[in-house]
């Protein structure tokens, strides 16, 4: 019977968090949520949500900045912190956004007939993307705020030929994964490299892991796929569709995807109630 860890990043809505972790409550699995410095709540509000997963909420919080470097730290701090607790099959990451769309059954069936697999979206990065990388940005932690500025001196970088790590090879996906011991442990040893390749890119949590992989021993374990459901086509500005009531079916009825993002309680409550109903009454029978 495998063991799951799943390392959760959360920064809002407490009530739809306590939700997630009650859909992955489960004895076979582990469950670690790291809770933004900046989150108006702590770790109290989530007593009790948990009867047979042991549940471990980090007491050190981070100041995670969207594009930065913190956000990689953020999931080393929670892998750090699964590998101290045990072993594990599987390592799970998800946001505070995600849910399951299958139960855990499912889920653990899944892996213990794929064992020793990387599952993440990886390809070649390409054109302007490169510059993430190749560049120093100067204000990583406020990309949001001074993207133009940025921009303008990465391509001011890249005309007088600046080309940082030529001895690299890059790749680069969306940043949730699900990964396997040998591969989790490995990734913990590069934590001074990550350090050193990844200060003053943006955007490099879409970047350092499928680039540890592809540099690694273990690259020919990748399985090009997350397994999680993220519909881009409705996207809202940099943000996926957030799923609502009437998406239910095209989410139950996916095969051999088990994760889905991203919800909001407070654009559609009924679609977390329902997946929530759904899922623990899955659990019950």
Same mark, same amino acid.
Request: aromatic share 10%.
């Given at each position: ?14 009530? #739809? *968090?306590?939700? %997630? ?5 489960? !004895?076979?699995?582990?469950?670690? @949520? ?110 949001? #705020? *001074?993207?133009? %500025? ?5 391509? !001011?970088?890249?005309?007088?030929? @600046? ?111 329902? *997946? ?10």
């Amino acid at each position: 019977m495998g063991k799951h860890a799943y390392l959760i990043m959360a920064h809002n809505h407490p009530g #739809q *968090l306590r939700k %997630l972790l009650e859909m992955l409550d489960d !004895a076979r699995n582990a469950i670690l @949520v790291h809770i933004d410095k900046k989150a108006k709540f702590d770790r109290t509000v989530l007593q009790g949500c948990c009867v047979k997963a042991q549940l471990h909420v980090l007491a050190e919080r981070k100041d995670i900045r969207w594009g930065d470097l913190s956000q990689i730290m953020g999931e080393l701090l929670l892998l750090e912190a699964a590998t101290q607790v045990g072993r594990f099959d599987y390592y799970h990451l998800l946001s505070g956004a995600d849910l399951p769309i299958k139960s855990q059954d499912e889920i653990h069936q899944f892996f213990d007939a794929h064992p020793h697999r990387e599952w993440m979206l990886s390809v070649i990065p390409t054109g302007r993307f490169r510059l993430r990388f190749e560049t120093w940005t100067l204000f990583p932690k406020q990309e949001s #705020q *001074l993207h133009t %500025l940025n921009s303008f001196c990465s391509k !001011a970088q890249h005309f007088f030929g @600046v080309r940082r790590h030529r001895d690299v090879d890059f790749r680069h996906g969306a940043n949730w994964f699900s990964i396997d011991e040998d591969f989790a442990r490995y990734v913990l040893t590069k934590k001074s490299w990550i350090q050193t390749i990844f200060r003053g890119t943006i955007l490099c949590d879409e970047i350092f892991l499928q680039t540890i992989l592809q540099n690694s021993p273990f690259r020919s374990r990748l399985e090009n796929n997350n397994l999680r459901l993220i519909d881009w086509e409705r996207r809202v500005g940099g943000h996926p569709h957030t799923w609502r009531i009437s998406d239910r079916e095209m989410i139950l009825n996916q095969e051999n995807v088990f994760w889905a993002r991203k919800f909001d309680e407070s654009i559609d409550p009924e679609i977390i109630e329902l *997946l929530y109903s759904h899922l623990t009454q899955k659990a019950g029978d």
